[in-house]
């Protein structure tokens, strides 16, 4: 924890072998994997909608509003998210937060602009669901690492794995179960079930990678 009462997302004890000076991230890599991070989330995003998927946290209950509304994704997904703003802001930290914040706001663009340059003309959904969850776990894990996050439960979750030990990606699989049992009401069980699929595919990328002693940078 800082000094001004902030969670530090990564590690400072390495293990065995590991060196114990490593070189904090720079500006530039930290604003290479904003974009990045934030891209593959919206790749993950457009997968699981072309397929006709539910997505997993916060993204996910967007989706289901969008499904039911119609209204804009993007700005959904922002506005879903405000709540954990604030809550980032009071037990992650500031940085944290705003670049949280950064990352969703590129996420929510990345969605409503990905469909005019890319077309998938048809995908299999089991395929989708994997791929998917492959990508957006990879994102939300780039995000991690370099102090920033999707908001939602990922937020939750790291919070819980810094301050109990729970596995941040198990933790967010629960809540992402729980999301997804909502879209009962816009989905068929097969979706639901190729969704959970995609939950699992997901929070495994993040379960397995993000692990104390594994990863050293700020």
């Not at 005019?116 to 089991?126: L, R, T, Y």
């Not at 439960?153 to 967010?172: D, E, H, I, K, S």
């Not at 729980?178 to 069980?189: D, E, F, N, R, V």
Request: hydrophobic residues 55%; aromatic residues 10%; glycine residues 12%.
């Amino acid at each position: 924890m800082s000094a001004d009462g902030a969670i530090t997302l990564i590690e400072s004890k390495p293990t065995a072998g590991a060196s114990a000076d490593v070189a904090p991230h720079t500006r530039w890599e930290d604003l290479q994997a904003l974009l990045t991070g934030s891209l593959f989330m919206a790749l993950a995003m457009v997968l699981f909608r072309q397929a006709g998927l539910l997505t997993e946290g916060t993204a996910g209950f967007a989706v289901i509003v969008h499904y039911l509304t119609h209204w804009p994704l993007g700005p959904l997904l922002f506005a879903i998210n405000i709540p954990f703003y604030i809550f980032a802001w009071v037990a992650l930290g500031r940085k944290f937060t705003m670049r949280t914040f950064a990352a969703i706001s590129l996420v929510g663009l990345f969605v409503e602009g990905l469909p005019h340059v890319i077309a998938i003309a048809s995908i299999n959904p089991v395929f989708a669901s994997v791929l998917a969850g492959q990508c957006a776990g990879i994102g939300i894990l780039i995000l991690i690492r370099h102090g920033a996050s999707m908001g939602g439960l990922t937020v939750l979750g790291l919070y819980l794995q810094q301050r109990r030990g729970f596995r941040a990606g198990w933790v967010q699989l629960c809540g992402d179960c729980l999301i997804l049992a909502l879209g009962i009401c816009t989905a068929t069980p097969q979706t639901l079930a190729l969704s959970i699929l995609g939950a699992v595919s997901l929070n495994a990328v993040i379960a397995i990678n993000h692990r104390h002693g594994r990863y050293y940078g700020t």
